[in-house]
């Protein structure tokens, strides 16, 4: 079993910064790749970022592409979600979740979820 616990939301003005983070306990974190996905009200669970075991390969979603950075810290047993440039549209709970599947973009793909952390972006 894997636990993760999501932190940093909150809220914040369109064009502003949130850096959220996931801490990882249980099994090895690095035998894992990450993942961040978001669910807004009223609308499905969509992929945002993911990034492989050892942080060599990352993914985005290309409504985040240029503006959100994965990154994780193995050493800490946590993932990072930098997010520059927020808009409205980012509104959602965000969650991580780990998978044996390298940098998947399916959260069909994912084996373990965190609990979400809810990002409100005002215009």
């Known amino acids: 079993q894997v636990q993760l616990v999501e932190s940093g939301g909150g809220s914040v003005q369109a064009g502003g910064s949130l850096r959220l983070s996931c801490a990882a306990s249980g099994r090895t974190f690095s035998d894992y790749g990450m993942g961040w996905f978001r669910q807004a009200p009223g609308k499905e669970r969509e992929f945002v970022s993911a990034i492989s075991r050892l942080g060599a390969n990352t993914n985005y979603a290309d409504s985040v592409k240029g503006r959100f950075t994965i990154s994780r810290d193995n050493a800490k047993n946590t993932v990072y979600l930098q997010m520059n440039s927020l808009k409205p549209e980012d509104t959602a709970v965000y969650y991580c979740?780990?998978?044996?599947?390298?940098?998947?973009?399916?959260?069909?793909?994912?084996?373990?979820w965190g609990q979400g952390t809810q990002v409100i972006v005002s215009s």
């Open positions: 979740a780990a998978t044996n599947y390298g940098y998947a973009s399916s959260g069909r793909r994912y084996d373990y």
